[in-house]
């Protein structure tokens, strides 16, 4: 995996470049958790590290070699509009559309290959989600690549030799990228890089979850941290009537990291998902019925604490008010 992880670095000192000559600059403002002009794009290193193993993939297990293509076209689709949308803002429905297609190409291929049409709308659900999950929560330095790279360590252990092969490429890659980008961000992973890392977890998730029978739910749980905080910032935004598809800084996250810093919250962060995915070796030796309660108790810790982070805000701005 050390060729994965190499290409992630020197793919993101290239875009680095890139982005400085093209003056590809994220600017601090008022709905940015950063305070300091930050070049973006670097994502695209991971993008071209997974790209690369997914072709080594489907020459290696010829078999998968039809699934490994619709996964690359989906993750091209992803990241092009990204990439152009790094340099010049694009509708937020012309993305959703491209996120769409994409998913629904990895899904059509799943369901062709598989012939599981349950699993084939997971595919597309989980694709489109995640793909937006994580571009709401990559805003401050480390997070979205660290989180990755521990969902990754997941997928690498539950999605056997050929998934699981992939999965660790998408972790290396992450490695090789998070050098620049934390606990210093010397450049930010940009749209390039957020969705197409969501899409890639999407489709590991689905297609190693298709081996674990009534057990792949249990891939959920390494996503609660992002999951939650996406899911009930939206839903709170959506609640006030607020324009929820464009951008903000009232994620738990970028709260709680105007409180204690950038480096404080993705190192927590990084504890609590850690801590889930060791307790998956933990429920995959017990009852279902214990392994349901562990699950959910991860996932409403994380409200718990998303609530907790929210209401100091809220009495703290009422206090300076």
Known sequence: ??????????????????ALRSKMID????????????????????VAAVLVAAIALGLRFPAQAPLALAFAIG????????????????????RLGVH???????????????GDPWLALAAFVLAVGLTNVWNFMDGINGLA???????ALGLAWFGGPVWGWLALALLAACLGFVPFNFPRARIFMGDVGSGSIGYAIAALSALAGSGLGARAWLLLIPLAAFMVDSSLTLLRRMRRGERWWTPHTQHAYQVWARRIGHTRVTIAYTVFTGLALASLHLVT?????????????????????????QRADARSGARDG
């Open 145 to 151: 690549a660290s989180q990755a790279a521990l969902v």
């Open 1 to 18: 995996m050390a060729i994965y992880a190499a290409l992630g670095a020197a793919g993101t000192w290239l875009a680095r470049a890139y």
């Open 75 to 94: 993750l091209v689709l992803v990241a092009a509009i990204g990439w152009v949308d790094d340099h010049r803002p694009l509708s937020p429905w012309l």
């Open 285 to 309: 030796e017990v009852r279902s019925g214990f392994m349901l309660c562990m699950g959910a108790g991860w996932y409403i810790s994380g409200a718990f604490f998303w609530w907790l982070i």
């Open 100 to 114: 769409v297609l994409a998913a629904a190409i990895l899904a059509g291929a799943i369901w062709q290959l598989r």
């Open 27 to 46: 600017e601090p403002g008022e709905r940015r958790s950063h305070s300091v002009a930050t070049p973006r794009g670097g994502g695209i290193a991971i």
